[in-house]
């Protein structure tokens, strides 16, 4: 099989500034022509955030396009003021912009990720520059029609770019930018804060501070401008999920959506939610000790966010952005080859070629409707399963290994 793919890859990485062109161009001409692709998101971004100025963000509810549910603004307030210049802007020209701003962050995620790999594996492989970056223009051309990047660029959603940001300024050697990148980013969609175990398990300490600052910044700034809003949205809405919309549809893909699809209600924050933490938890330790005791900064990143996604009560398909780099580092890191990397590489290929979420919600009576047949239920733990099994290929594939001489463990080397 990897004989296959390497054949496969040589010929097609000869074309791939075509092929990401025509991936493009195909993408930008279904944006232009194809009247489902609503943005439902970017709609929210957009028409929700003046609200903040207006003390009434909250209230605000996005009717179009969404006949089971009127979406809310669900972020933080600091997102509203990020968002805010978005409606400032013709629609046609947000609508663009952002799928132009989303296809360059993927190729930015792919591309960093590579020059990861590659730095990782320098003293075993030839580095080719030409060949890793024409590398990176074929897995963007591929990766932009992976499920969780498909539905990300179709809901206008933000996933690819804080991925973007976040990735970047984990694996910079300057703490202030490392820290800047976790605590802005938390500070739009909160999520992004867990990233701060990676710097506490590095030791990575003035990023872990610089990281807290600037999330405090981001929430101080918001309490300047709407005080109100923000008492609301930290006192009293930030721990109800069920606003933020169904906790049991196919779309989420964290434990606790695949839990409540299973027994058929809400599992909550109840005893099999804590079971399945626990379990979360434990992977997360054994895979990022191994990954730092290895040096293999890449894998490193991709234990947080994983274990992120997984504990989350609501992790939504296209937040699944991260096995992007995650199937790169299967593919060509330092566990390159070998049959677990392989097979879990193919887990996820699989995952998010056969577009199976979208089926499963095409299924379903009903957002909001738990009882499932016992098959789709099944299939409906897909994601959060294949993030487990990355979780235990890293922590097995890379227990016995220990970081090169000139790679030191706690704090990675600035990636060009």
């Not at 890793?132 to 959603?157: C, D, H, I, S």
């Not at 299924?363 to 738990?370: A, D, L, Y």
């Amino acid at each position: 099989m990897l004989t296959n793919l390497r054949v496969i890859e040589t010929h097609a990485r000869r074309w791939a500034p075509w092929l990401l062109g025509l991936s493009v161009l195909v993408h930008f001409a279904l944006v232009a022509t194809n009247t489902q692709m609503t943005m439902i998101d970017l709609l929210v971004y957009r028409g929700a955030s003046p609200s903040l100025l207006h003390g009434n963000l909250y209230d605000w509810r996005q009717t179009q396009f969404t006949a089971q549910f009127a979406l809310p603004f669900t972020y933080p307030p600091f997102a509203a003021l990020v968002f805010l210049p978005l409606s400032w802007v013709p629609w046609v020209v947000v609508k663009f912009g952002w799928q132009l701003v989303s296809v360059v962050c993927l190729w930015w995620l792919v591309r960093l990720s590579l020059r990861l790999v590659a730095r990782d594996r320098a003293a075993s492989v030839t580095f080719d520059e030409d060949v890793w970056r024409r590398r990176a223009m074929l897995w963007t051309a591929v990766a932009l029609w992976f499920e969780p990047v498909r539905t990300t660029v179709n809901y206008g959603q933000i996933n690819l770019l804080l991925a973007g940001i976040v990735l970047a300024g984990m694996v910079s050697a300057r703490p202030v930018l490392s820290g800047l990148s976790v605590g802005v980013t938390a500070g739009i969609k909160l999520t992004p804060a867990l990233s701060g175990i990676y710097f506490l398990a590095t030791k990575r300490w003035a990023a872990a501070i610089w990281s807290f600052v600037a999330f405090a910044a981001t929430v101080g700034l918001a309490y300047a401008v709407s005080p109100a809003q923000s008492t609301l949205y930290w006192f009293h809405l930030i721990n109800d999920p069920t606003r933020i919309g169904p906790i049991a549809s196919a779309i989420n893909q964290s434990l606790r959506g695949a839990l409540s699809r299973t027994v058929g209600h809400d599992v909550g924050m109840g005893p099999l939610w804590i079971a399945a933490a626990v379990v979360a938890v434990a992977l997360l330790i054994y895979a990022l000790r191994a990954a730092v005791r290895a040096g293999d900064v890449l894998a490193g990143v991709l234990c947080v966010q994983f274990f992120t996604l997984l504990v989350s009560p609501i992790s939504w398909s296209h937040h699944w952005v991260w096995m992007v780099p995650a199937l790169l580092w299967l593919l060509y890191g330092r566990v390159a080859g070998q049959r677990a990397a392989l097979w879990t590489a193919t887990m996820w290929l699989v995952a998010v070629g056969s577009y199976l979420i979208s089926f499963l919600l095409a299924i379903q009576p009903s957002i909001w409707t738990i009882p499932h047949p016992w098959w789709a239920a099944l299939l409906g733990w897909v994601y959060p399963v294949c993030g487990m099994v990355t979780l235990i290929v890293i922590g097995a594939l890379l227990g016995k290994r220990r970081a090169p001489a000139e790679m030191p463990v706690a704090t990675p080397a600035a990636v060009r």
